[in-house]
């Protein structure tokens, strides 16, 4: 299976597929620990902004993994893109499992 490449083209597809699943997102500096921060009861995630383009794009997609994405309402470019992250965040899981257990 090919590796899913982090380019500004995907990091637009994604960023696509958020405002689609009603996300917004934003680019800002702060200090979070984890790169990026959810507003507590609102769909927008804050970005930090110097991150390059495969920092923007992992963290998009960790984001995605953890939460919940009705495919019934994409459209079907929506739905394309979101099963393309989706079986490359399974992949990278399934890496990480094979590598805690040896």
């Known amino acids: 299976m090919a590796k899913l490449k982090f380019t ?13 699943i009603g996300y917004t997102i934003r680019y800002a500096k702060g200090s979070f ?7 507590e009861n609102q ?14 794009v992992g ?4 984001i ?11 459209s ?3 739905v394309k893109t979101y099963k393309q ?3 490359h965040g399974k992949e990278e899981e399934e890496v990480v ?3 805690n257990k040896e």
Request: glycine share 6%; aromatic share 6%; charged share 35%.
């Open 43 to 56: 769909n927008v995630a804050v970005i930090n902004k110097f991150f390059d383009t495969e920092g923007r």
């Open 59 to 62: 963290v998009l997609l960790e």
């Open 97 to 99: 499992e094979e590598k």
């Open 76 to 78: 079907e470019k929506g």
């Open 8 to 20: 500004k083209h995907l990091l637009k597809k994604i960023e696509e597929l958020f405002e689609e």
């Open 33 to 39: 620990n984890s790169g990026y921060c959810m507003v």
């Open 85 to 87: 992250v989706a079986k």
């Open 64 to 74: 995605l993994s953890n939460i919940e994405v009705d495919q019934e309402g994409l």
